[in-house]
């Protein structure tokens, strides 16, 4: 075979390459020698995904269930991806700015458009059998979702509205935890005490939240937005990305899962409970919690209608 300039090219590229981090190329071009090609199925990791459906009943449907949240995960890791990239982005240009906010807009409204599979691919009279399985189990454990918001917007916007005024950006991550919207869907409204739901998602995550508040306090969306030149913070383009995100996320996205969820829990008569025991109704309609990640970027009008007409 004939060596041409191209290949010897190539080899010093590489051999560049792993000087660079005090590396012997030769022994990394032998290695190749011995290297298997790559299959597909070994690049997916094929066989462990699909090995990873575990169902607790032996109903048909509940596999349904169980692979939907599945793919939900794998696209809130996606999201996390692309914002990790911008958080960590000096100085990012408004284009890029905007491509990373369509991608996370795109992602969520797959999400959105999914729930089809929820509300017409399973039959009612099953799924009130198999989530009798899963008590206390809920998607309000959802790490990932729960760390979107964090890096998305200031702890503040996350705050339940009651406690707003006593607390800002000084306030001790741990007692602005203690606050978050979410918490007051995680106790017992007779007793205040946490429920069983809550106490196990706070002893599985909440060193890793408490660590994620704090690395994104300064780099989250909003902030990066803000640390943008006045000029690129009124680009038009950007500003409806970041509107177009906001809604996408606390509106379109929250009412497509409560319409899922409303067409199986009241589908019989009697105590509509989530699975883990929540009013899930005060806790996902937008209108009731206000969910905004940016509200300097929508009107006084916009702020008090938020929600209600869809």
Excluded: C
């Excluded at 002893?203 to 306090?217: A, G, P, Q, S, T």
């Amino acid at each position: 075979m004939e060596v041409t300039p191209e290949m010897i090219h190539q080899l010093e590229k590489i051999d560049e390459k792993y000087k660079k981090i005090n590396q012997n190329t030769e022994t990394h071009l032998e290695g190749l020698l011995w290297s298997k090609p790559i299959t597909y199925w070994d690049y997916i990791q094929t066989d462990a995904l699909l090995n990873l459906q575990i169902q607790r009943t032996t109903l048909p449907d509940e596999m349904v269930f169980i692979m939907y949240h599945q793919v939900n995960e794998l696209l809130f890791k996606m999201i996390l991806w692309e914002i990790k990239q911008l958080s960590y982005t000096e100085n990012p240009k408004t284009d890029y700015f905007t491509d990373k906010l369509g991608r996370i807009s795109r992602y969520f409204d797959m999400l959105t458009t999914s729930f089809t599979i929820m509300t017409d691919g399973m039959e009612p009279e099953q799924y009130l059998k198999f989530r009798n399985t899963l008590t206390p189990a809920s998607g309000f454990q959802s790490a990932q979702y729960r760390l979107i918001e964090f890096a998305t917007t200031d702890l503040i916007n996350l705050i339940d509205f009651r406690f707003r005024a006593t607390i800002d950006r000084n306030t001790p991550y741990e007692h602005a935890f203690e606050h978050l919207y979410w918490q007051a869907a995680g106790k017992d409204y007779a007793t205040g005490e946490k429920t069983y739901l809550i106490k196990e998602f706070e002893r599985k995550y909440k060193k890793v939240f408490l660590d994620f508040m704090e690395e994104y306090n300064t780099i989250n969306l909003w902030r990066k937005y803000k640390q943008l030149p006045q000029k690129d913070q009124e680009n038009s383009a950007l500003i409806e990305a970041m509107r177009h995100l906001d809604k996408t996320i606390n509106i379109t996205w929250v009412m497509g899962h409560f319409n899922a969820a409303k067409k199986y829990i009241e589908s019989v008569p009697g105590n509509h409970e989530a699975t883990g025991g929540s009013d899930w109704k005060k806790y996902m309609l937008p209108k009731y919690q206000k969910r905004i990640f940016f509200p300097e970027l929508w009107t006084k009008e916009e702020i008090a209608s938020w929600g209600e007409n869809v």
